[in-house]
Structure formats: C-alpha cells, structure tokens
C-alpha cells in the first residue's frame, strides 16, 4: 500500500474569494479588462500567473478547480474540461496525429471505446485493443507509430485492476505517453504517482458525486497542460470544451467531502461484495480474494480509502439481469440508470459494447457474461438494509433458488 493522502492534499488546498469568502467567487465573466494594451500582447505571447484573458483558455475558477485537482493527483498541473470524453479525446489530439498508433486496454468505458474504435480511424489514427493485464500483449503490439498506451486503472465491467508502474516501465522504456483513466479511483489510485503520465477524469462520476452535471479533467506536467491550452496549438483551447464556471464552482465544493465519500463507497462496497459472494453468486470487486488482481490491488492502492464503490454480479442471463436490476429498483436498492458515482446506489447492465473485440473463449475464461449487473454502490448509512433489499429482489426473481442448484 502506498502511504500518499489525497485527502490531506486537498485538505490543504485553502483558496480566499475575492472578500475573504470562504468559497472562491464563481468567475462571471467571458472575458477580461487589461490596464495596457502590452499586457494584452504579453498574454498571447506566453501565460503569466494570476492574469487572464478569456474564459475558454483559463479562468480564475476553473483554475481553482484544476489546482486542487493537480494536488490529489500529485501532478504539475492539470486542466478541467467539459466532459470526461473531451478530457480524454483532448489528450488524445494533442498527442497524436494521423498515422499514428495508440494501444488501448479492450475493457474500457463503452465511449472511449467508440472514439477509439470508430471516430480516430477516420482521422488516420489506428487503435489496437490488448488484454492490459497482459503485458507480453503490451509490449507486442508497440511499432514505431506507437504514442500512447491507453488504459483505465480500474476497467469496465470488471474491476480488472492495470498495473500501471509496470505499464509506466514499458511506455518509458518506448518513449510513449500512458495515459490512464481515474475514474473509478480518485484517491484510492493515484496513477500518477505509480508512473503515468496523464490522467484523465470524468469529474461527473465519484469526484463530484451528485450527478448533477457533466465534466471532466486532465492532469500531467505543467509542460503538457501548456500545449493542451496553447493559444495557437492547444486541442483544450482550440476544440473548446471548456467547463462552465458555476459548474466548477460546485464541483470543487463536493472535491472538499470526497475522501469521506470514498471510504463511505468503499465500506458499503466491501460488505455487499462479501455478502453476495456468500450467496453462491460470481462477484467481481478488487477487494474480495476471489478477484484476480487482488494482490496487486494492496500494491497500487493508496492507504485508508478502501476498495472502491464499484462491484458487478453475475446474474448469469441478460434475462435475469434484467429482472434482478427492475426488483431492485422496485425495493428502492437505488436506481436503474447508467453512470456511477452518485451518493444513491445505481445499477445497470454494461451489455456488449466494449467486449465485442474479445473472442468468446476468453469471454467467457475473463468471466464476462451477458448477465452481468454493475452495481455503483452508494453512501446508504444502512448498507444491512440495502442487503435485505437485494436478497428480497433476488428472492422475487427467482434466482436466488437457481444460484443454489
Ligand atoms: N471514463 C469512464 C471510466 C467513464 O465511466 C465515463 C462515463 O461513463 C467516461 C470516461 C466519460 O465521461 P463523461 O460522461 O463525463 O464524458
């Protein structure tokens, strides 16, 4: 276990509003006053600290957000943007041009998937999907054309956990960018700090918490977040996917509670995992021994944050899983709905779209079935009851009795 305090991190991070306010001022501007025409030119010449020039380049709350974000991460720098997917596709287009390669994990959010499978080709951008747990499949699909190794810390559906100081080893011993999504994770991975080198969030999951809104970040070294919002070459400045201030504001407002949320998610987490397991059911949650990974889950892993708020059960059809997340529902277990993260418990069925590049063989060895149920777990004060409520919908169904036979 690594022994770095996100939580104390941002814990330290104390920013005074414009009066003294204790929450910085939200930024209402789109743009700002210069005292000379000089300073104006000096701007679009290089960044200087504390001034600004147009909100879709930086603005003081944005900023705010993403220097918090920077220091529980433990990065230089980082960047907040309007979606987790301009997150990503930014990083992506600031580092890659046509003709070139990135080698991406095959377990990874559905739209990453998409754009990584269906946009990038018709920009000339070519993507292998591997086994990232497989390293010999890492390091034989690296050519010349390689820029990025792509994965997610914690994969889509099922928890596999990335080694990412040994993806760091490769990527650098190849002179390519690991690029790793920290969605799942904030606080209890910090990529970064293992060796990658850019880490993407969607801010709309864990890190804000209230699924209230959309939005995502980046954080790297302070020389990669400078190319991401160059004036005349940056994709952050150039595409536009800036976050709005008021949004900001809120997110770094939920940021201040997210250690206490983690261990809350993590806690509940553990006791459904275990109790589900005891069932007779195939759970995949990295803090249970049955899981693959679970060793080196107690390697990556900060101290003190748990195990994570995601798990998935195998429900064995699509049918069942079905009919399990509609009893759910029923019996007020939280809500059937996609996105993860939130302070109720959500549940969905991740289906088929990013597994479709897996041979059916190993489908089935990976343990990626059809009835698979992604359970984000919430922040209930009575997981017990929760339980109860699951039991009674797997009761209804039936499939507590097939489980059994
Ligand atoms: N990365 C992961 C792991 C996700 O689960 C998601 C969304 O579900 C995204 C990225 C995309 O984020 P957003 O929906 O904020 O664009």
């Known amino acids: 276990m690594k022994q770095f305090d996100p939580g104390s991190m941002i814990q330290d ?3 005074f509003g414009e009066f003294g306010d204790v929450n910085p001022s939200i930024t209402d501007s789109s743009t700002f006053t210069f005292m000379s025409p000089e300073k104006m030119e000096e701007l679009f010449d290089h960044e200087i600290e504390g001034c600004f020039l147009y909100s879709r380049h930086w603005n003081p709350i944005n900023k705010y957000l993403s220097d918090a974000l920077a220091r529980m991460e433990d990065s230089e720098s980082a960047i907040v943007t309007s979606s987790g997917m301009s997150a990503i596709s ?14 991406a994990s095959r377990t990874i959010y559905g739209g990453t998937y998409a754009l990584l499978k269906n946009f990038l080709p018709k920009l000339g951008i070519n993507v292998k999907f591997v086994n990232i747990t497989d390293l010999e499949a890492v390091k034989s699909a690296i050519t010349p054309k390689t820029k990025i190794i792509y994965t997610e810390s914690m994969s889509n559906p099922l928890l596999e956990i990335a080694d990412i100081p040994e993806l760091s080893f490769i990527s650098k011993s190849n002179n ?53 919002t160059d004036i005349n070459s940056g994709a952050s400045m150039l595409l536009g996917p800036v976050l709005d201030s008021y949004r900001a504001a809120s997110i770094l407002k939920n940021l201040h509670s997210l250690h206490i949320r983690m261990k809350k998610h993590s806690e509940n987490g553990i006791y459904l995992a275990t109790e589900i397991e ?3 059911f195939n759970v995949f949650y990295p803090g249970l021994i049955s899981h693959r990974q679970h060793n080196l889950m107690n390697e990556l892993m900060n101290e003190g944050f748990g195990y994570g708020g995601m798990l998935a059960v195998d429900a064995g059809t699509s ?40 041979p059916k063989e190993e489908q089935i060895a990976m343990g990626l079935s059809d009835g698979l149920v992604r359970i984000s777990v919430g922040l209930d004060n009575n997981i017990h009851t929760s339980f109860e409520r699951i039991v009674k919908s797997m009761e209804e169904t039936g499939l507590l009795e097939k489980v059994h036979h």
């Open 13 to 15: 991070f104390l920013v």
């Open 319 to 358: 049918q069942n899983a079905d009919k399990l997340m509609f009893k759910m529902q029923e019996n007020h277990v939280g809500y059937l709905a996609v996105s993860l993260g939130f302070y109720k418990t959500l549940f969905s069925s991740p289906g088929h779209s990013t597994s479709s590049e897996i």
């Open 90 to 103: 930014s990083t992506i287009f600031q580092i890659c041009s046509s003709g070139d390669e990135i080698i």
């Open 278 to 280: 005891k069932l007779g």
């Open 176 to 228: 390519l960018k690991l690029v790793v999504d920290n969605t799942f994770s904030p606080m209890i991975i910090s990529p970064i700090i293992l060796g990658a080198d850019v880490v993407v969030y969607s801010l709309t999951k864990f890190a804000n918490g209230t699924s209230d809104c959309v939005a995502g970040a980046v954080c790297s070294t302070n020389e990669f977040i400078h190319e991401l």
